[in-house]
């Protein structure tokens, strides 16, 4: 068995994270570049410095997931979440079951809070967000974000519901009231059923093809009949009739 065999075998005890349902290559890649800055020659000798010491393994885990994240990404996709997504499931129900999977910081529930808002009142809004990296989740939960993170945001939205800290913007109360964040790992842990809308973006591409099928017949499974599962830009699912599904727009897809 080699090194990163013994270190895959660590983690998964350690963490129960499987990273062999990770794309190798590209993991090897990210942990190699980590370990060699922190002065570690092998991932072995990475994996008895991380089983030691818990902000190793915190920073191991933000670099395995890689958090690039920033509100309306993509903001194109978003109007299309506004303007025909929206009003169609909301045709069928005022209370929108909502699910942000693999949510990194919090932009993109937050997000998805500000647009359902223009259609629905708070109070009607509730959404799960879920990531597997517990800094990532207290970091969402604070909601205070860099200006860089917001450079998609229209300005109206910007002065909206954000406030000014300094160099930082702070997500308001109103917003940051209706997202639930929890800890959940999207290979191994079970899926909640009937959502209205699962919008899972930009984490695809770190997993085999084998862990994505897993992914998307849970996602198929756990969407209602008319359900929407919203897909990241580089992830598009060449064959969504395989999940149950088909296409009702670009990175868009209709649980039949």
Known sequence: MNDYELFVQGIKKLTG????????????????????????????????????????????????????????????????????????????????????????????????AMVLSNHVPFSNIQILATDIDENCIQKAKRGVYPERSLAEVPPNIKSKYFIQEGPFFRVKDEIKNTVTFKKHNLLSDPYDKNYDLIVCRNVMIYFTEEAKDHIYKEFSNSLRPGGILFVGSTEQIFNPSRYGFEVEDTFFYRKI
Not at 79 to 105: D, G
């Open 17 to 112: 994270i499987d990273l062999s349902l990770y794309k190798e290559a590209q993991m090897k890649r990210r942990l190699t570049s980590l370990y060699e800055k922190k002065g570690y020659k092998n991932f072995v000798e990475f994996l008895r410095a991380v089983e030691k010491d818990r902000d190793l393994l915190n920073e191991f885990l933000d670099r395995m997931t890689i958090n690039v994240s920033e509100f309306y990404r993509n903001a194109k996709r978003w109007e299309v979440l506004q303007n025909k997504i929206f009003p169609k499931l909301l045709e069928k129900n005022k209370r929108l079951k909502i699910w942000s999977a693999a949510c990194s910081t919090g932009e993109e529930p937050y997000t998805i």
